[in-house]
Structure formats: C-alpha cells, structure tokens
C-alpha cells in the first residue's frame, strides 16, 4: 500500500501504526471495530520479527511477573479463549491454543510461597513420566499458543476487516505540524493520518519526534522433532520447553545484550539442546527442527510503554519484553480506548511514556 494521488488529493487513515507485530496486528482490529481506517507500516513483513520468534507461554505468574505489571497480565490471559476464537473465525486459521498448563521448576528464592501447592515426585511423574528433573515444582493453570499461527490469524483477521498493510519500508519520523500529527514517513513515501501509533518493539527508538529507550534484547532458541514426548510447559531456571500440537518442542531462551544481531550462535544452541536434554531425555532421540533468535523489545524498568505522548496525536504502545504475546489483547483493547478518547479500562500510569 502507498500513498495515493488523484487530483492533488493524498489518501489519508485515521490511525497509522508503525510495526506490524503482534501488538500492532491485534491494535489494528480493536480500531476497525471502533470504525477507525487504519494502515500498518511495517519495515519487513508483519509478525516475522519478536512475534514471530517468541515461544508463546502465557504466563501470569506473580513469581515472574513485575507487580505493575499483573493486573494487565492477569486480565489478558483472561481474554485469551476469546481472543483466539475471534481471530481463527475471521481468519479461517487455527492458532493452537493449549490449556495442559505449566510444570515450573522453583528456585530456592521462590519455594516459600508455593510452600503447600508443591508437587509429590508420585504427582509429576504421572503429569510427565518422561520428566527426569527432581526438585520442588508446582502446577500453574497457564495456556500457551503458537505465536507464529497467531500473527498470521491475527494478520489475515486484519485484512478481513480492511486494515491496510504497507511492508518493506522503515518508518523515519512522524509528520506533525502546528504541534498536531500529520502522518508518517518512511524511506520511501508519507502517509497522512492525524494519529499515528509506535508498535515498533525494539525499534520504537529509531526515528521521532520522541526517542524511547527500547533496547533489543536478544533470545536464541531450538526447536526439536518430539511428537508426545512432553504434554505440559515445563520451566526451569536453565531452560523452558513448550510443546506444539504438531509435535514440534521448543527449547529455549537466552536474555543477551547483542544490539541487533540476531544470528544464532551454534555454541548456545547446544548447551540450550543439552539443558532441555537433561530435563527430558527422551528429547536426545529428537531431531533439531531449526534454531533461531529475535529481539525482544526492552525498556529501562522492564516495563511496557503504553500511552499518549506530549505531541497530539502520537501513541505509544511498545517495551513488552518478554510478555508481548500476553499481553497483546489487552493492549489492543486500552490503546484502542485511548486512541478513540475513552477512557481506558485499566490504569495506564506505570507505563506512560512521561516517566522517561
């Protein structure tokens, strides 16, 4: 999609969103609903960056949670049955959407508060018989979903309902005059809008008129061939593992400071393959599928930036960090609540831009 001209006259949106991840993909439904034109600009192709490469747990843990941060997680895990079920009826995809929940693996720090939900050895060995890992574990009712099949719903939910998708081009700077947004520029063209949208995950930072402090946060991960193997999410502090439907296992993940580099290192992959190896053994039969790494986008406090800016008409939702996929249906629903002036559900105020 480009800018179009007729007589002298520009196409315009009422919404433009820069990035067309998961958050701006699932924002970009929450404004069609409410009646607003919306167009995405995306710098490569929708969901193939931090999307694309996330693992997919939703994990509402108090544990692992920031505290500011558990009641938007707790209300979007909530939303998730329902939010999957409208993106496979409009997109005709299915998402794989699994409720087997979590075996996690507590450290020393966190076994007092789960002091009486612990696990018998009896208790995980019958939930995962193939599980060699010993030590205090309990049982979390999460859901995971396979990132890759949501992006894509999510993405042809968004052009069922008449989002308009410009890929290929990286946004340079937001078009404001008189103080007021009016539109987007990329390496290539403008766009006219007058609300524009930050969904650029680690690259929210990259172009104006206000710099964010994402910073990319790099996560290599491997998946294995291993059909019923596993049923559950397991977690433990050397690795995660989190089964498909399709009988992939996902082994992962490192948190590196690696600027944008996203090549995996074969040195990390292994010892990732050898963790996941030690707490399941039967996965060292399993053929390596593929390994890759993406970027998450970080902020300083480790907490989403949500929220008007001080320019009018430029948003901000970005800095979801290792929670994007979480928190991506409530996000699209306060943001969208933002952008068309009503007030939001949920207090944004930790995560307003202002703060930095």
Request: with cysteine.
């Amino acid at each position: 999609m480009s800018v179009l001209f007729y007589n002298a006259r520009v196409k315009t949106w009422d919404v433009i969103i820069a990035g067309g991840g998961i958050i701006g993909l699932t924002l970009s439904i929450e404004l069609r609903k409410r009646g607003a034109s919306v167009l995405i600009v995306e710098r490569k192709e929708p969901g193939q960056e931090a999307s694309r490469a996330a693992a997919g747990m939703l994990a509402d843990c108090t544990l692992e949670t920031p505290a500011a941060l558990q009641t938007l997680a707790s209300a979007s895990a909530r939303m998730y049955p329902e939010f999957v079920h409208q993106l496979q009826d409009e997109s005709g995809l299915n998402v794989d959407l699994r409720d087997q929940g979590t075996i996690l693996f507590l450290g020393v720090e966190q076994r007092s508060a789960f002091q009486n939900d612990l696990l018998s050895l009896a208790s995980l060995s019958t939930l995962e018989p193939k599980l060699s890992g010993q030590g205090s574990a309990v049982f979390l009712k999460e859901r995971s979903v396979d990132p890759r099949a949501l992006s894509a719903a999510a993405l042809q939910a968004a052009k069922h309902r008449g989002v308009d998708v410009a890929s290929g081009s990286s946004a340079t700077s937001v078009l404001i005059s008189g103080g007021h947004v009016t539109g987007l520029e990329t390496e290539k063209t403008k766009y006219a809008a007058l609300k524009v949208v930050n969904c650029a995950g680690a690259w929210a930072g990259s172009f104006g008129p206000q710099r964010f402090p994402t910073r990319p946060v790099k996560g290599q991960m491997l998946s294995l061939v291993a059909p019923h193997v596993i049923e559950h999410v397991i977690r433990a502090p050397e690795v995660y593992l989190v089964p498909r439907s399709d009988g992939r296992v996902l082994a992962g993940s490192t948190l590196e400071e690696a600027g944008f580099d996203k090549r995996t290192v074969p040195g990390t992959i292994e010892q990732l393959h050898k963790a996941a190896v030690k707490l399941v053994p039967a996965l060292g039969q399993a053929r390596m599928l593929e390994d890759w790494a993406g970027l998450r986008p970080g902020t300083p406090d480790d907490l989403p930036i949500l929220g008007p800016t001080e320019t009018a008409g430029y948003f901000v939702a970005t800095g979801h960090f290792r929670d994007g996929i979480l928190l991506a249906p409530v996000t699209a629903q306060v943001m969208a609540q933002v952008i068309t002036g009503v007030h939001p559900d949920y207090d944004l105020s930790p995560f307003s831009p202002a703060r930095f």
